[in-house]
């Protein structure tokens, strides 16, 4: 049985289409949490491709990272996205509940098309 499949308009008026990679924002991480605790979370959820937090440098400890208590999880388009983001909303990880929106950060693979084209 085949499923139909329709592109519906983005609420907030986001003409990027559904079916290109997307990311979510997702703020409030525990500062222990890292790379591979947040793909765990994410990681049996429709379309999900990769999640990293992002880490700064440790002013009083030259060569350490700490983390900046947020990160990003690339999905492979916008509905997995949103459905991720409906399925994961407020749920605690490592203490802390997570916040998350729709991301207008350019997933990898959009910036090295975009890199691809400038050349």
């Not at 999880?73 to 983001?85: L, M, Q, T, Y």
């Amino acid at each position: 049985q085949a499923e139909a499949h329709t592109e519906l308009a983005d609420e907030e008026g986001d003409d990027t289409p559904a079916h290109a990679a997307a990311s979510l924002f997702v703020k409030n991480l525990n500062f222990e949490t890292d790379d591979n605790s947040l793909h765990e979370a994410f990681k049996d959820l429709k379309g999900f491709r990769k999640a990293t937090v992002r880490y700064r440098t440790d002013a009083n400890r030259p060569g350490e990272k700490l983390s900046s208590g947020f990160g990003f999880v690339e999905f492979k388009d916008k509905k997995c996205a949103k459905s991720g983001s409906k399925a994961m909303q407020g749920i605690i990880l490592d203490g802390h509940a997570l916040e998350i929106k729709m991301s207008d950060r350019k997933t990898a693979s959009k910036r090295d098309k975009e890199e691809n084209d400038e050349s």
